[in-house]
């Protein structure tokens, strides 16, 4: 369980939140969501315990997991499914064991009984704490996020940073943790990988805080969304699931802009009349009044909501169906037409998407 308490965090000489306040309970799947530059992963990492909060308090009950957007931990020299194993403790066992059954086959009796000896309490504590079925469960999830053994079986620093990722992202999952914090966990996931951690995420039973642009994920998984405003710099939470949370975003932005639209008239009308009181001195006093209260709303009003920059693109009008290609008159080849037109719609559909 996570309690923020009057949170703010800053980054250099900005301000990105304060007076943030919640809680994430067992069983929470929240989608943190907001624009670009909101401060999303920085909140993570504060959450996380890597960057120190501004103001507030963070209070953290039980195990967490935290997967970063570019995760640098481990020895570079371990193995990659030690480095799985580990989260429960079993990685390091497990190799221990190992050296301990080949101590039992040496020639010096003293030596192979001590490593007898050694093998049994490993092999106890092993048991202990899950034994091969532990094993097999982290061994099913990396099969599930795309790593064979030939990956499994290299040292962390011999691996690209999409596979260290899924390392990380599986050594969390496997961990059993009471909370978990995924920055982007799709990344460098191809497509059955992404339903199956769907389906992980749906039943899992800690909490889960969980940034992504991978829409499907967050609408089956998430039943709450923390809403990130930037120019606010708060945290609006809704207890609700993505498709209840578009409305209700639609309908509070609606709101405002009613709001702000009807506090600039208020304050139009004041300095209005502010201006027919000045001409008289014996109303100035008044005038002066009526400003400092029109200034007074208008400073009192949000920031409009800035609108995400997307890009603008123009289509040629496609051919007709069966002439894509016109001769040219003298040209021994014909030329193209829409070539690469149906690629293009895919990544303008994909970019409205998002």
Known sequence: MITVEDLAIDVGARRLMSGVTFRVNPGDKIGLVGRNGAGKTTLTRTLSGELPPAEGNITISGELGFLPQDPRTGDPDQLARHRILDARGLGTLTKNMAKATEEMASDDPATAEKAMKRFGNLTDRFHALGGYAAESEAASISHNLGLPDRILDQPLGTLSGGQRRRIELARILFSDADTMILDEPTNHLDADSIVWLREFLKTYKGGVIVISHDIDLVG???????????????????????????????????????????????????????????????????????????????????????????????????????????????????????????????????????
């Open 220 to 354: 089956e998984t998430v039943n709450r969304v923390f809403y990130l405003d930037a120019n606010r710099q708060v945290i609006d939470i809704y207890n609700m699931g993505w498709k209840l949370y578009l409305r209700q975003r639609a309908a509070d932005e609606e709101r405002r802009r009613k709001e702000r639209s009807n506090i600039e008239k208020k304050a139009s009308v004041l300095k209005d009349q502010a201006a027919r009181f000045g001409a008289k001195a014996s109303k100035a006093a008044a005038a002066h009044q009526m400003v400092a209260r029109a200034d007074k709303m208008l400073s009192s009003l949000e920031e409009v909501r800035q609108v995400d920059r997307v890009a603008k693109l123009r289509f040629p009008d496609p051919a007709p169906a069966g002439k894509h290609r016109s001769w040219r008159r003298g040209s021994r080849s014909p030329t193209v037409r829409s070539r690469f037109l149906p690629a293009l719609i895919l990544q303008s559909t994909a970019a409205q998407r998002w």
